[in-house]
């Protein structure tokens, strides 16, 4: 069966450059092919309209922008209702080699206990992003977000980012970044979708998450991506503002300083790892306190 007849692709899009979605799209439009491909336009005008039909991508134009994560849902509950058994998110910002979502593909056919994968991510200029993730804590988030120094001088942004790992391996991870996420279309239905209170933000930790209490979420390190990573919550206020508001919205969600799930996950993982610390070894310990 072609890979391409059983897998779906949604790209939301906020005012991106024309130039920067046609090469996403001349690249996930061609492997696999017969991928179904929608592009989720949340800006104010259809200035991508054209670029999707001249692709033959489903075009869907939001002008009241309602969220990354109620975006994404759209295509998901379609490729549910189109029986697709996977389902790529994308973001707009990435540069995809031809033959990575076939490896991804191969990887998820022959792993079946694996809810979502998610690829390395490189900077243009060839650096590692380190995207994985434990589950966050608010103090570790608060000294990441406005004391950077200190959280790398202290270690934590390491133990944090999982940089121990060296991101040479196949892993288990505990929140993996939504920029690229594979997706087994049956286990996210069962999770429950992407949260629609997070406007933007903190939406793939949440799902990640509660993917995770289902099935394996996967780092995968064989194939590779470029992300334009902007970091843009720490250049607009607007955006600060969207990523505090998710965070209180998670955290909220979760629980703040007691959460017995997320010490049980982080420990488990650092264990697995081989990055568990002596204070590590009960699952119920907390191995985030500040």
Not at 59 to 68: A, E, L, M, T, V
Not at 235 to 251: D, G, I, K, Q
Request: glycine fraction near 6%.
């Amino acid at each position: 069966m072609n890979a391409g007849a059983l897998v779906s692709c949604c790209i939301v899009c906020y005012h991106n450059r024309p130039e920067q979605v046609e090469r996403l799209l001349a690249s996930v439009t061609t492997a696999p092919p017969d991928m179904r491909v929608y592009l989720v336009d949340n800006s104010r005008t259809d200035a991508l309209r054209d670029l999707a039909a001249r692709f033959r991508v489903h075009y869907r134009h939001q002008p009241d922008n309602p969220g990354y994560a109620r975006a994404h849902n759209w295509a998901l509950s379609l490729a549910a209702a189109a029986g697709h058994a996977y389902h790529l998110v994308l973001n707009p910002d990435v540069q995809i080699p031809l033959d990575a979502i076939g490896k991804l593909l191969a990887y998820m056919e022959q792993h079946p206990d694996v809810g979502m994968v998610a690829p390395r991510v490189l900077y243009p200029d060839g650096r590692l992003q380190p995207l994985c993730k434990l589950l966050p804590h608010p103090a570790e988030l608060l000294v990441r977000r406005f004391c950077p120094l200190l959280h790398r001088s202290s270690g934590r942004l390491a133990r944090y980012e999982l940089h121990g790992t060296g991101y040479n391996r196949v892993m288990d991870v505990p929140a993996l970044s939504g920029c690229f996420l594979l997706m087994r279309v049956d286990v996210v239905a069962r999770a429950g979708l992407f949260d629609e209170r997070f406007f933007l933000y903190f939406e793939d930790v949440d799902l990640s998450r509660r993917v995770g209490r289902i099935a394996r979420t996967v780092f995968v390190p064989h194939v590779s991506i470029v992300h334009a990573y902007a970091k843009g919550s720490y250049h607009e206020w607007r955006l600060l503002w969207h990523h505090l508001v998710s965070a209180a919205r998670y955290f909220n969600k979760w629980g703040w300083l007691r959460d017995a799930e997320r010490d049980q996950v982080n420990a488990r993982a650092l264990r697995a790892l081989g990055l568990a610390r002596p204070r590590d070894a009960s699952p119920a310990e907390t191995d985030l306190q500040p």
